[in-house]
């Protein structure tokens, strides 16, 4: 079982970011996935998640408005559009696969800065 997230950089406070979490091992439509994201010194919190058809997301209320979660079944990836990033943005952002609570994977992470 993978998640190879990728896209994360030094965006300036504004800017945009596409993640992207590529999924491998499992059979990534008949799991819901999520994105999380952890800033120095905090817990790791929930951004975004996505049901495994994709029929249902919810967004902490820090990012809604600002980023889209979607998935593309065909391709065994989830994405993660980020838009007007801001500074408190900045952390490292992961991406989730699980279903019920047995099973359940985590990426290595990918790391996001806001800055100017």
């Known amino acids: 079982v993978q998640l190879a997230e990728s896209g994360g950089g030094l965006v300036q406070p504004g800017g945009s970011l596409r993640l992207s979490c590529a999924a491998s091992g499992f059979t990534f439509s008949s799991y819901s996935m999520r994105w999380y994201r952890q800033a120095p010194g905090k817990e790791r919190e929930l951004v975004a998640g996505?049901?495994?058809?994709?029929?249902?997301?919810a967004y902490a209320d820090s990012v809604k408005g600002r980023f889209t979660i979607s998935r593309d079944n065909a391709k065994n990836t989830v994405y993660l559009q980020m838009n007007s990033l801001k500074p408190e943005d900045t952390a490292v952002y992961y991406c989730n696969a699980f279903r019920g609570t047995q099973y359940v994977y985590w990426g290595q992470g990918t790391q996001v800065t806001v800055s100017s």
């Open positions: 996505m049901t495994s058809a994709g029929g249902r997301t």
